[in-house]
């Protein structure tokens, strides 16, 4: 069957299939599983796919151009079910759209720190302060990797550990970073693993950036930032203590300082800060504390639409953070992604909302349940065919997702109690 058509066009009718159904033509014949298998069919299927981790659409004008569906990732935690569960799903501005469990077992005590091109990077630690890169995976190929982690002695315990997980277009580079902080010491300590480069664990040297939450104000700090980088642009993005937004470039290995927003509004230790990626744009999110209001901020370099590199530390008249969205959700969100509308979906009340700028109105998406969305695209991209010694995992065809799940299209009152 594999000779009926020339292996170049094959691979291409294959690289435009969804990624569950190149699964079942991998069957067919050894000539279509020696096809999909080949890493040169990872690179074809990522340029196919749609990807919404801030570095596939040069602009939001061209994303909310592109006809492509939203991929999202999903973790659900069910009373009745141990662990975390994981669902794959695409936003079609469809009806009634069912998520996908993907081949991962439940998670115990370990959070997502970022999907990239497939591969999940997950960290584990002892609370909320400390988590450490211990495992990645690929849902799609089986394949999976656990990281060794730091050797900690007792008198010298980390008072906090933040990390990040990225690939850069330029160097075709995987690398997952992590920032340690030792009690009662100032600095942090900065690693880098690059996927499939056999050095394991490399120190680069410290930092004197404060990404170390205060314990004097606990609550606050839930609310301020986030352990895990947003990825933007080839570089890793954390907020600071001193007010700042402090990135890691992820082809140099440098790390370099964005200044926050200039706010219309007041602000306090108290106000919901957090930063994510939309439409392939470094944003800003802030809720002031008893207002209605979740506003989002963009950042630009004045005068231009497109994207830029953002490393360029020592031009920051250059830069501009302009307001694109208020969103009036009530309540702390998490915007994860924009829509080929120009759409906002986000994360409110452990349900999946979406905000439609030209009504200012929230729809309501799915039932509740969810603790963490992000986006995520299913591809094929091997940590073996990388350089890694991976394991692979047996895929949960005998272990049925608990519940279906859908993403539906449901017009709700968000002002009423939920």
């Known amino acids: 069957m594999d000779r009926i058509l020339p292996s170049e066009l094959t691979l291409e009718i294959l690289s435009r299939l969804p990624a569950d159904s190149v699964l079942q033509c991998r069957e067919v014949c050894t ?5 999909i298998g080949h890493l040169s069919n990872a690179h074809m299927r990522l340029q196919q796919s749609s990807q919404l981790d801030g570095n596939s659409f040069p602009s939001l004008s061209s994303h909310i151009a592109a006809n492509v569906a939203v991929g999202l990732l999903f973790c659900f935690i069910f009373p009745k079910e141990s662990g ?3 669902y794959y799903g695409e936003y079609h501005n469809h009806p ?22 497939g591969l999940i990077c997950f960290a584990e630690g002892k609370d909320i302060l400390v988590q450490e890169p211990s495992y990645i995976c690929n849902p799609i190929t089986s394949e999976y990797l656990n990281f060794r982690r730091l050797n900690v002695k007792r008198n010298s315990e980390f008072g906090a550990i933040v990390c990040g997980f990225g690939y850069h277009t330029s160097t075709k580079k995987y690398k997952i970073v992590k920032i340690c902080y030792i ?10 693993y690059t996927l499939g480069s056999g050095s394991g664990w490399r120190d680069i040297g410290e930092t004197a950036y404060s990404l170390r939450p205060t314990r004097g104000f606990f609550h606050a700090i839930l609310s301020y930032r986030s352990s895990f980088g947003t990825l933007a642009n080839g570089a890793l ?27 219309d509004r007041t602000t306090s230790a108290w106000d919901y800060f957090h930063l994510e990626v939309l439409g392939g744009c470094l944003c800003f999110v802030h809720k002031k504390l ?9 950042l630009r370099k004045q005068g231009e639409t497109s994207s830029f590199d953002l490393n360029e530390q020592g031009d920051y008249h250059s830069f501009v953070w302009i ?3 208020s969103i009036p959700t009530g309540c702390q969100a998490a915007p994860c992604a924009l829509t080929n509308s120009g759409e906002v979906l986000l994360l409110c009340r452990s349900s999946l909302f979406c905000f439609n700028p030209k009504t200012a109105t929230l729809e309501r998406l799915t039932d509740k349940g969810i603790s963490h969305v992000l986006p995520h695209v299913n591809s094929f991209v091997s940590l073996k065919a990388l350089g890694e010694k991976c394991l692979f995992r047996k895929r949960y065809y005998a272990n049925p997702a608990p519940k279906e799940i859908f993403i539906k299209q ?7 109690e939920t």
């Not at 009634?96 to 091109?117: A, E």
């Open 31 to 35: 000539g279509w599983r020696d096809l």
């Open 84 to 86: 975390n569960q994981f």
């Open 96 to 117: 009634n759209y069912k998520l996908k469990r993907i081949n991962q077992p439940p998670t115990f005590n370990k959070s997502v720190v970022g999907s990239c091109n």
């Open 183 to 192: 009690q009662d010491q100032p600095l942090g300590r900065v690693m880098v």
């Open 237 to 263: 993005h954390w907020l600071t203590n001193e007010n700042k937004i402090l990135s890691f470039d992820l082809a140099n290995e440098n790390l370099y300082l964005l200044p926050f927003p200039l706010f």
């Open 290 to 298: 008893g207002e209605p209001l979740l506003d989002i901020w963009f």
């Open 323 to 325: 307001k694109k969205f």
């Open 410 to 416: 449901q017009r709700e009152d968000t002002d009423q």
